[in-house]
């Protein structure tokens, strides 16, 4: 597997490297990108000392994790699933799933963006900048929460994004679905701890940004509880099972309900195209032709011998 995910990776690079000028394109957008984040941060603790219990240089730490999320998901899953979805629409999936790896795998790397690699360099840089300032309150127990709460993130979002592609084996313009994510990742900078009830469960219920970004920030500010924890191997373990069975099942369930409407009996000529056969050209035939035909085909004969 991992020679197999190192060739795509090469080939990505290669691909990259024949634009070379999209590296500083990314690179302008991606500074962008975070002097408009961390600017904001700067900006309400300007005005006050802390939100939501969280102190600067902890949600500083989340959004360098909300970086790191933010290019890995731009550098392998969305390219990904979206040459997916573009192969699921027009039919050419199958050069996938008999190639003899497995197909998960396959469509979930097919595609890389390595310039987007600058978006999780980035957000290292912040992490590690962060817990510079908040030295000694970081023990090694908090590093490796964090570590291991970062994978389980990443899992779920995997997984989440996984499942949202195998939608297109049954609707059309999956798209818009991914937009709606979008949306709610943009709220991952801030902490879910800081939004109303209702919205604090749809991004830890519905579109699990919570376990991607909070949770992670929350280990390595020494936040996280025990119970969190669990919470996160739990939902990582059931999204990844989840995610599986959809990748495998999805197109024998879409085929089987494929055939099983097409043998239904139609009774309604609306819902039935018309077969229209062109009439036989008639031919002029001599006795002689008719003959021929008569010696050719003796359908009489065919009726006796039955």
Request: proline share 4%; with cysteine; net charge neutral.
């Amino acid at each position: 597997m991992l020679r197999l995910m190192a060739v795509f990776f090469r080939l990505g690079m290669l691909n990259e490297l024949a634009y070379r000028a999209n590296f500083w394109v990314q690179t302008f957008e991606s500074l962008i990108n975070a002097i408009m984040v961390l600017g904001a941060v700067g900006v309400v603790f300007s005005q006050t000392n802390t939100l939501g219990d969280w102190m600067v240089w902890e949600l500083t730490a989340l959004c360098g994790v909300y970086f790191i999320m933010l290019g890995g998901i731009n550098m392998i899953l969305s390219p990904s699933l979206s040459q997916f979805i573009d192969d699921v629409r027009q039919g050419t999936l199958d050069f996938t799933l008999t190639k003899p790896e497995d197909a998960q795998l396959l469509v979930s790397i097919s595609r890389v963006q390595m310039w987007k690699l600058l978006d999780v360099m980035l957000g290292i840089g912040v992490v590690g900048y962060a817990v510079r300032q908040l030295g000694e309150q970081i023990s090694w127990t908090d590093a490796s929460l964090f570590g291991v709460s970062l994978l389980l993130g990443g899992i779920i979002v995997y997984s989440f994004w996984i499942m949202l592609a195998t939608l297109a084996f049954w609707f059309i313009r999956v798209e818009n679905i991914f937009f709606i994510f979008w949306s709610m990742y943009n709220a991952g900078r801030w902490p879910v701890t800081i939004y109303p009830g209702w919205l604090k469960w749809i991004l830890t219920a519905i579109v699990p940004i919570a376990f991607a970004v909070t949770v992670p920030a929350e280990a390595i500010a020494g936040r996280l509880s025990i119970d969190t924890l669990w919470l996160a191997v739990g939902l990582a373990g059931v999204l990844l099972v989840a995610s599986r069975l959809c990748t495998h099942h999805a197109p024998t369930a879409v085929a089987w309900l494929s055939a099983w409407a097409g043998a239904r009996p139609c009774n309604s000529a609306m819902m039935m195209p018309a077969i229209v056969q062109s009439p036989a050209p008639v031919v002029p035939t001599t006795s002689t032709s008719k003959q021929g035909a008569h010696k050719r085909h003796p359908c009489h004969a065919c009726q006796s011998s039955l």
